[in-house]
């Protein structure tokens, strides 16, 4: 920003979205011009070699090690602002869906919230952030056919998503932020930037799976809104540890396979490796069988995404387990690029949909 934009009170324009994963930091920076948000720079950079570890496994670092791996990452992205909105991992968050008794005044519904949490979030709610968001009732068509008082009479419960973030990880987050020397608006649970950068209105429930370094998350989406979500134990580091195993070289090795063969060849030198891929999905199908069972909803597609959804073939290998449609997420549609960028932002894009997602909140804000 020149002087003379200052001067005229002109307000910075380019925002920054810092996703901090288990095994690697990223970043994106856009742009508004015009309404629309433009691509200025991104990157990633794994945080294993800051803490001893191989670039794609999981990692457990000190606020000054995360520090450091994002001061290398905002000079080497080439980042030129320092506004940015922060994710927070779903591992070190609690979201709850409960039905609540109804209450019109909105004072008196807060109150009741707020001590109802107290029963479901397993600290003290001194210890933590809470937050909540009310679940709009999804059919309230067959709502007033079965009974014409229904839609004049208030409900009695309403359902309600509650939303809980230890002190303890706020405070981490925020130091890392103010030692890098940016300034955050908002901190936000992944999931919820991960759905702005990938999921479009469907009228159909849409699961999400973010295959990370750690684990997967399985999200279920309704109307926009997170009915279901679940965490498998089982990520991409496992892959590759498996692919290790399984065709005797080391971790580094069996990371460049993973990463260079993907599933193209099953049966072959990445048997290890597809066999996780089975276990993910076999626990993904069991949640995703839970959900429609308990709402009587079909689940209408799957969307890959997180590092993991990269691997080669795991659309077409997803499809088969499925039977629904899948898609290997795109956040970078979301923004303007150069045409030349396209094929690589398609292919690396699902990595970075944490990173979109809150650049894309933070674009709100101008
Ligand atoms: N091209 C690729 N093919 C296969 N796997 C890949 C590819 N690129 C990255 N990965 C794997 O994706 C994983 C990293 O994914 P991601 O960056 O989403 O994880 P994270 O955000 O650090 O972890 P988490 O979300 O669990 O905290 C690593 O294990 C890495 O090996
Ligand atoms: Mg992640």
């Known amino acids: 920003m020149s002087f003379l934009d ?8 380019s925002v920054l979205g810092v996703d901090i994963g288990s095994s690697s930091l990223k970043v994106v920076q856009l742009r508004k011009e015009r309404g629309q948000a433009v691509l200025e720079t991104y990157g990633e950079l794994a945080l294993g070699p800051y803490g001893g570890s191989e670039v794609g496994q999981a990692t457990n670092l000190s606020v000054e090690q995360i520090t450091e791996t994002l001061r290398d990452l905002l000079r080497e992205a080439k980042v030129t602002t320092k506004n940015c909105g922060v994710s927070i991992p779903f591992a070190r968050s609690l979201l709850i869906l409960v039905t609540l008794p109804y209450r019109k ?3 008196e519904q807060k109150t009741v919230i707020e ?11 001194s210890e933590v952030q809470l937050d909540w968001f009310v679940v709009p009732k999804s059919d309230p068509v067959q709502l007033t056919e079965a009974d014409p008082h229904a839609a004049s009479s208030a409900p009695e419960t309403i359902d309600v998503l509650l939303v809980a973030v230890h002190n303890d990880e706020l405070a981490l987050l925020q130091s890392v932020v103010t030692n ?14 991960t759905i702005r950068a990938v999921v479009e209105e ?6 999400v799976l973010d295959v990370g370094a750690a684990s997967t998350k399985a999200y279920i989406i309704e109307s926009g809104v997170v009915a279901l979500s679940h965490a498998i134990s089982i990520g991409s580091q496992d892959i590759t540890r498996a692919i290790s195993v399984s065709t005797n070289v080391s971790i580094p090795r069996a990371e460049a396979l993973k990463k260079k063969e993907g599933l193209a060849s099953p049966g ?8 996780v891929f089975s276990r993910i999905f076999a626990e993904a199908r ?6 429609e069972t308990a709402n009587g909803k079909s ?14 073939q795991l659309g077409a290998y997803a499809k088969n387990t499925f039977s629904i449609d899948v898609h290997v997420a795109d956040p970078f549609m979301k923004t303007e690029a150069p045409a030349f960028m396209r094929p690589v932002l398609e292919e690396i894009g699902p990595e970075f949909a944490v990173a979109v997602g809150l650049a894309l909140r933070k674009l709100e804000e101008i």
């Open 6 to 13: 200052s001067f005229f009170g002109k307000k910075e324009k």
């Open 268 to 275: 072959t030198t990445l048997e290890g490796g597809e066999l």
């Open 299 to 312: 689940v209408g597609s799957i969307v890959l995404t997180g590092g993991g959804g990269v691997t080669k």
């Open 202 to 207: 469907q009228t159909r429930p849409v699961m």
């Open 115 to 125: 001590l109802e949490a107290r029963k479901y979030i397993p600290v003290p709610v």
């Open 105 to 107: 005044d909105p004072a």
């Open 180 to 193: 890098a020397n940016l300034t955050a608006s908002f901190y936000e649970i992944e999931i919820f930037s």
């Open 286 to 291: 069991r949640v995703l069988v839970q959900y």
